[in-house]
């Protein structure tokens, strides 16, 4: 109960430093997505405070009833509904029994509070049983999920909405604003997947048996054996319903939290206008279907233009991997006296699985809207490659950037910095590229044995940092993979996608610097590279990993430091694990 005994004076402290961190909000909003008043962000800024007891609870999502962790008794749990400029405070308790914990706001800047993104091992020591841990930060977009072992699949996640100020106006006008958060979902515990995934010779999950839209999906119980575990009755399992207006237009946030698959979602016979992606305005463009990888979130419009005598399907398919899944489901209802009648037609079944070139072509088609572009420096300082391979390391499967495969340090890598920890990772700049004159991407490295390691990039505070993604050969002949990559503590410029080998000699007249989206999440396709720029200008310690849950534990992530001494006082909640030092308390 150590934490937990500071949770009140930190609140105490948060609250009152609020003032201060709406300043940190005026300056952020110069890259922000959608706010430039600041004098209307100060007038309006609220102080939000949400408590949060995280505990396991038996659950039946897709009918069938699983262990999972919930916020306050739930899964997805709370939605954060604030105002761009608002303070949020979370008090996060852990009455997880036997577990740590650790919650990542996904999105979310923190500029100036590098110590509340919460990434374990890389910003804070976990949250313990029985502590407590007051997150505090002001919000820019749309996800929160658990950063600790492999707390995500098991439903530790939601959605973060977050409003523009009063009196700004959007390039885009709608009637209504729902939020779907798309899922997979497996029947087995994610200690299982872990256990698996760490074995040698390894042990694989295989395909999760559900996808979830909002937390909500339907599993075939007949599939399940014994008949107490799985209820096709049971109303947490009843089918996600949009209920719509005719000739009214909806704005869906529609983001995605799963732990291993890429989703295509559509709404059976309604286009979709796509307007913002990762808290950015997009140029928009119109589709039938919406390649969405896990850690991005999306803003689309659909209006109810269609036959009102009948009800719609909302379906999201597994696309990237082979899938074993059935579509996930929910229900566009136009008949309100019966919201739940299923569509006459047969569930959409998505584009084909393989199609990379349709999925590259709308990564491509993504830009920023013409009213909101942030152009990016015309030239980098740096160029980092990272070469994505899939290695053995004695035995053990793993992933591996430029042949390392990252492995948390026992203290967190903010706290070491600030306070001058020695022996706590390698201290040798991380490897800045591969031989890719050479490196055939195409088939498995004679000897793919990589190593575990724990060094970071370090960047000078302020400079430009362009960063390529190279996708290559798993360790089956001609197979790769898909990988959404994910930056905390920045939105990156997206250049270009390409596939193949990228050349930096060639490859880099082809990166857009007229008009790139900014983001937080990037897909790299099978085979193919993506070319990202930022600025590294958030004083802290970030990880930047692929948001596939299993990939991200099987080592697949680098860590990035700019700008340490520039980092405030680090609070003592994060600290106490590893060589963590607690300062001498009176
Ligand atoms: C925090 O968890 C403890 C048990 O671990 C419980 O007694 C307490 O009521 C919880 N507090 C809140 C605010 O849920
Ligand atoms: C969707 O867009 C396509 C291409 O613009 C168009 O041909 C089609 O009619 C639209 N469908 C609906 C239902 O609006
Ligand atoms: C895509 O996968 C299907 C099987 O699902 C296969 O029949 C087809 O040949 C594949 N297409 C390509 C381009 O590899
Ligand atoms: C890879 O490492 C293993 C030990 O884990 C070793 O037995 C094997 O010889 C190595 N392979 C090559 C090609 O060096
Ligand atoms: C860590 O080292 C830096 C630079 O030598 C120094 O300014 C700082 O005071 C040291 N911090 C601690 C906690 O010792
Ligand atoms: C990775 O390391 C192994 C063993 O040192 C080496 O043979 C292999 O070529 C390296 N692969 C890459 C991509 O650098
Ligand atoms: C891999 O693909 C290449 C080119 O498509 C082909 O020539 C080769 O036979 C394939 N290898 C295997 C093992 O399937
Ligand atoms: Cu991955």
Redesign the pocket.
Known sequence: MRRGSESTMLLSSSLRGAQQVVLLFAAMSLLGCCGSNGGLLMANAKVIEYRWDVSHQFKSPDCFRKLAITINGETPGPTIDAQQGDTVVVVVNNSLLTENAAIHWHGIRQIGTPWSDGTEGVTQCPIMPGDSFVYRFVPGTYLYHAHYGMQMSAGLYGVIRVAVPDGTVEPFAYDFDHSLLLNDWWHQSTYEQAAGLSAVPFVWIEEPQSLLINGRGQFNCALAGTTDVCDTTAPECSPYVLSVVPGKTYRLRIASLTALSALNFEVEGHNMTVVEADGHYVKPFVVKNLNIYSGETYSVLITADQDPSRNYWLAANVIARQPRTPAGTGILNYLHDSPEEKPPAATPAGPMWNDTEYRLAQSTALRAHPDHILPPPATADRMILLLNTQN????HTRWALNNVSFNFPHTPYLIAMKQNLSDVFDERPAPETYDYKHYDIYNPS??P?ATVGTSIYRFEFDSTVDVVLQSANILKPNKSETHPWHMHGHDFWVLAHGMGRFDPDVDTARFNLVDPILKNTVDLQPFGWTAIRFKADNPGVWAFHCHVESHFFMGMGVVFEEGIDRVGELPESIMGCGKSKLPNRS
Request: no cysteine; net charge negative.
């Open positions: 053995l390391i004695d035995g004679s000897n044995n």
